[in-house]
């Protein structure tokens, strides 16, 4: 749920559940988001649970690995310490609501209805995957849920700004 947008320095641990799901909400972009939520605290750590590794979670860890190298050599040479940021609560509570106002209006999506989008949009490859596997039963649960989402929009096509690694065409 803590992705773009979000500077909340009082955030120390990061818990991914099943971040070997790969889609929209577990891409590498999505889960560098995500583990950003707990960099602005000196005590931040990020523990993605999964039963394996995916290609997403690799280049996520080697990036991060890559970016912590770099900011060490940084504060080696310059005699830097790192500290958590400190900043008013009410800042970053304005600041979330900005960065999602600017998010809806850049995509055309009418105010407060990101989430459903955001929503809708795992389901369709959660359903995508079932029928894939053969899971007839929980892809059709899966379209039922789509359907209600779509009604919850009032209906119609809606805008689709993800990563999700399903094809656009077969929209």
């Known amino acids: 749920m803590l992705r773009e947008g979000l500077d909340l320095p009082e955030v120390s641990l990061v818990a991914v559940l099943d971040a070997d799901k790969e889609g929209f909400l577990r891409s590498q972009r999505s889960l560098m988001q995500i583990a950003g939520r707990a960099a602005r605290n000196i005590a931040g750590k990020v523990i993605f649970y999964a039963d394996g590794l995916t290609h ?34 009410r800042e970053g509570i304005e600041g979330i ?23 809708r949009e795992q389901l369709e490859y959660e359903m ?14 899966l379209r039922d849920q789509i359907k209600k989402l779509k009604d919850e929009a009032k209906g119609g096509e809606v805008p689709v700004f993800s990563s999700s690694p399903r094809k656009k065409a077969r929209r």
């Open 56 to 89: 997403s979670m690799t280049r996520t860890i080697e990036e991060m690995r890559r970016r912590r190298k770099l900011q060490e050599e940084f504060n080696r040479r310059h005699h830097i310490t790192p500290q958590t940021i400190q900043k008013a609560i």
């Open 97 to 119: 609501k900005k960065a999602r106002a600017l998010t809806e209006e850049e995509a055309g999506i009418e105010e407060g209805r990101q989430e459903i989008y955001e929503a």
């Open 128 to 141: 995508e995957t079932a029928a894939r596997n053969l899971q007839f039963e929980r892809a059709i649960l």
